[in-house]
């Protein structure tokens, strides 16, 4: 939601107050002038009376709820928290407003320790606490409906890159550099062949069906980039060109499909040397975070810039935003020959 919308709609709701306010000002001077009671400067002295009484412990309630209460109780369920803190809150207001009517009155009132001074610390109290519930209520209706706008972008940039990377998986120029070499492993060893046309098979059904869910286990994900990486070694002679490594407990995590693979194609992509050892080497680390390493040389005089089958790195950027807000890291360097990517992802 806008923030020009969020302030407008906290700009009602305090119209309204003052408004009702206003109301309540009129019936009680029509009150007054009914019973014939003469009140000096009746306005003026209601003023100060209501700032006391219903402002400051209206404005302190109403932000405790809406910036305070909600995030750090509601949001976590901590109800008996909440209500506690509710509560401590309403006292705090309650003083306050006492101290207002005081400073206001110039200390001609007087309070002493009796009903009426429960009375008022009581009403000051409620006020303050239906301030707190309607705080709590803007926020949540703010929360959600920005929830509901997440959701939808987050559907449509999700739809968008699973259209992108199938195309990219499924790009006739991979399959055709992958096919051509098996075609010509077939004739020097049948059976590495065969298995090699298994896993193309296998990373074809995993993009076509397994993909499409919206998590999946972080080990099928590692599974499949595996297979990527075994039909890339098979181009050159050296296997030790391209390294992928894997460590700690990937089991208990799960991500979005093909997450990392945007990085690991490009990669590829723009690596020629494929003689010296470990020109690609992506590292994956799972524990208290899950960190994801690529890094690859390239030619100096080439851009290497970051696509996926046409897919930009701002794409790329909005996606990660998207389904890990505030708990992720993407950093990207270039440096003297390497291209460098490295995310985290925090629980």
């Keep these: 939601m806008k923030r020009s919308i969020i302030l407008l709609l906290n700009l009602t709701y305090w119209l309204i107050y003052c408004l009702l306010l206003g109301i309540f000002y009129v019936l009680l001077a029509a009150t007054v002038v009914k019973t014939g009671a003469e009140v000096p400067n009746f306005g003026f002295e ?32 901590q109800l008996g928290k909440l209500a506690v803190s509710g509560a401590g809150i309403s006292l705090l207001a309650s003083l306050s407003g006492l101290a207002v009517l005081l400073i206001l009155s110039e200390a001609r009132i ?53 259209m992108e990377l199938i195309k990219a998986q499924l790009d006739p120029h991979f399959l055709f550099n992958t096919i051509n070499n098996i075609d010509i492993l077939i004739g020097m060893d049948t059976e ?3 298995l090699f046309l298994r896993k193309l098979s296998d990373i074809m059904r995993f993009v076509l ?60 992509k723009h690596t020629e040397n494929r003689r010296e050892n470990e020109t690609i080497r992506v590292v994956i680390r799972a524990g208290a975070q899950l960190e ?9 005089n080439t851009t290497n810039e970051l696509t996926y089958g046409g897919l930009g ?19 990207i360097t270039r440096f003297e020959g390497i291209f460098t990517v490295k995310l985290s992802i925090s629980r």
């Design 292 to 300: 994801f390493e690529c890094r690859n040389r390239y030619v100096e």
């Design 313 to 331: 790195i701002g794409l790329i950027r909005k996606r990660l935003e998207l389904l890990y807000p505030d708990t992720h890291q993407l950093e």
């Design 209 to 268: 069906y397994e993909a499409k869910t919206e998590r999946i286990a972080l080990t099928a994900d590692i599974e499949h980039m595996g297979k990527y990486f075994e039909l890339q070694q098979i181009r050159s002679s050296n296997a030790g060109y391209a390294v992928f490594e894997v460590s700690g407990p990937v089991e208990e995590w799960s991500v979005q499909p093909m997450l990392f693979m945007p990085f690991i194609e490009n990669a590829f």
């Design 46 to 77: 209601w003023l100060k009376l209501v700032l006391g009484l219903a402002v400051v412990p209206g404005v302190i309630g109403f932000y405790s709820g809406y910036l305070w209460l909600y995030p750090r109780f509601l949001v976590t369920r």
């Design 192 to 194: 590495k062949a065969s």
């Design 110 to 162: 007087s309070f002493s320790f009796d009903y009426q001074l429960l009375i008022i610390i009581g009403v000051i109290a409620f006020i303050t606490l239906i301030n707190i519930v309607i705080g709590l209520m803007l926020r949540g209706f703010i929360t959600s409906y920005n929830d509901i706008r997440l959701k939808e972008e987050l559907g449509r940039k999700n739809h968008q890159m699973e």
